[in-house]
């Protein structure tokens, strides 16, 4: 009986010497296992935190025409209101406490601005058409097979933005109008509108303040009409093409999942803008890698987001694959 309790106590301690060689073991593999697979699985992705909502900021400012000084008569809308496309914002009253001469100077500058905004108007009204064209024809080519669903939605893009800008400069050119007309009517009332549907977002102006030529009335933006601006490294960003799928999560709605697609890479690092250069004459040189913005189109799912706030992007570089 002691021989075969000293076998067990034997066969034990060679099974317990066993275990603590084999589960470390084990342990290692299963994670060299794991890192293989969080690493093949990250692989297919370029992922960046350094990324922004952004949207079109539109500045409403006084009417550019001097000599002549203005103030606010009458404000229509205030700071969060919803605006539309040429609904009235501002009254501005050009002061008629002024000379013959700055009357006639102020006219030949507003002559000036509405003859240059009717040719711009002009122009896009010829881009227009000819994307509005275009698009069709890419459309109908889609149709056949002979062209990918990506130049079908670039076309569709390139139409829709045109449109866009030709009913802005419809609102530029009927202002120049208003001011040219306001000079032979001794600067009555000129009332400036809304380019955009968007939202008021800011209001740096009273009633009766005095304003010069160009400063700032209102700030508004369109908040149907967001993107991202995501900033990846220049060691990432050589997979992203435009028509990638991306995978977005916005700081302010923490468990929501947006969609978004990638847009285009820009042409120049953030810092080729820097009003500082970057180059360093001293002789010493410390390799930084740059930073390139990627547009990115998002799909708001309902929620409002706004111009500033910080997202997180991951985009799909590539099929998923595990090798």
Known sequence: MDGQTKETKKNNRMS????????????IIAGIIFGL?????????AYTEDAQIDADLILISSPYLPPLPAYIDQLYVDEGDPVKIGMPLVRVTLSNIITDKDLKSARSEANIQYVNAEKELKVLKSQMIDAQKNSQRIEAIYKKGGINAQSVLDAKTRYEVLREQYESQQITAGLQKDILDATYNRLSGIILKSPINGV???????????????DPIFGLVDLDKVWIVANFKET??????????????????????????????????????????????SGTFIKIVQRIPVKIAVDTEGYVLRPGMSVEVKVRIRKFSWL
């Open 37 to 45: 697979v969080w690493w093949r699985y990250w692989a297919n992705f």
């Open 236 to 281: 990432h960003v050589g997979k992203i093409k435009a028509g990638q799928k991306v995978a977005i999560s916005v700081d302010t709605y923490p468990g929501v999942n947006f969609k978004g697609t990638v847009l285009h890479v820009e042409n120049a690092t953030v810092g080729a803008y820097s009003v500082i250069p970057s180059e360093n004459p």
């Open 200 to 214: 008021v977002s800011e209001r740096s102006a009273n009633i009766g303040q005095n304003m010069g030529p160009g």
């Open 16 to 27: 317990y010497k066993k275990l603590r060689v084999q589960v470390p073991v084990l342990l």
